[in-house]
């Protein structure tokens, strides 16, 4: 019974921040790596940033470069996703999925666990 939610999501001003939060339940999440992914309508979903079961972090969506940041609190079994100076195009579904080995990879099909995601809204 593997389960990851996302939440956090919302309307956000363009330049604002929100910090997205994956929870695993059934499963421990520090055996695991965590990608972020975003689907925007219309769109192919894309890989937006990985930590592993290590704590290291790769960054994959070039738009988001340097805006923003991936952290995991094991003992909350919780993987975040910071997320600052927001723009119009990061509106978009935002999801989290789990990896059993301690690497990471931007290929969805990679992963075999996913929340339902979270909706990302940017609009003044």
């Known amino acids: 019974q593997l389960q990851l939610v996302e939440s956090g999501g919302g309307l956000a001003q363009p330049g604002g921040s929100l910090r997205l939060s994956c929870v695993a339940s059934?499963?421990?999440?520090?055996?695991?790596?965590i990608a972020w992914f975003r689907q925007a309508p219309g769109k192919e979903r894309e890989g937006v940033s990985c930590?592993?079961?290590?704590?290291?972090?790769?960054d994959y969506a070039d738009s988001l470069k340097g805006r923003i940041s991936l952290s995991r609190d094991d003992a909350r079994n919780t993987v975040y996703l910071q997320m600052n100076d927001l723009r119009s195009e990061g509106t978009a579904v935002y999801y989290c999925?789990?990896?059993?080995?301690?690497?990471?990879?931007?290929?969805?099909?990679?992963?075999?666990?996913w929340g339902q995601g979270t909706q990302v809204t940017v609009s003044s």
């Open positions: 999925a789990a990896n059993e080995r301690d690497w990471c990879s931007s290929d969805a099909s990679m992963y075999g666990h």
């Open positions: 059934g499963f421990y999440l520090n055996f695991y790596s």
């Open positions: 930590i592993t079961i290590g704590g290291a972090t790769t």
